[in-house]
């Protein structure tokens, strides 16, 4: 699957940004659907995950409450609301897939296919 994630931005905080992830080639209803995000000097982490169905979705501690993952199968896209928006969310933001497995999850190396990013940079 090729994904393409677009939406981000400057913002300052306390705004609200919406990021949508494009998929094209097979099946996007097939594919477990996450967001990640990774600062400068920092890792990647995980953001949000959704199932395939988009009956269950799942949050970093520091996004809940705050961000909705969400998914359109019929759009082929999933979203990422972030509302409330802080300093320390600016990131780039990657939507990635995972085909096989029925579980949860939210590690990098869970995810099979990755996005290109996009730079969101939320200001004080």
């Known amino acids: 699957v090729q994904l393409q994630a677009s939406g981000g931005g400057l913002v300052q905080a306390g705004d609200s940004l919406r990021l949508s992830c494009a998929a094209s080639?097979?099946?996007?209803?097939?594919?477990?659907m996450g967001w990640f995000r990774q600062a400068p000097g920092k890792e990647r982490e995980f953001v949000a995950a959704?199932?395939?169905?988009?009956?269950?979705?799942s949050y970093a501690g520091s996004v809940k409450g705050r961000f909705t993952i969400s998914r359109d199968n019929v759009k082929n896209t999933v979203y990422l609301q972030m509302n409330s928006l802080k300093p320390e969310d600016t990131a780039v933001y990657y939507c990635?897939?995972?085909?096989?497995?029925?579980?949860?999850?939210?590690?990098?190396?869970?995810?099979?296919?990755w996005g290109q990013g996009t730079q969101v940079t939320v200001s004080s």
């Open positions: 080639g097979r099946t996007f209803s097939s594919y477990f």
């Open positions: 990635a897939a995972r085909l096989y497995g029925l579980g949860s999850y939210s590690g990098v190396a869970d995810f099979d296919s």
């Open positions: 959704i199932s395939r169905s988009g009956g269950s979705t």
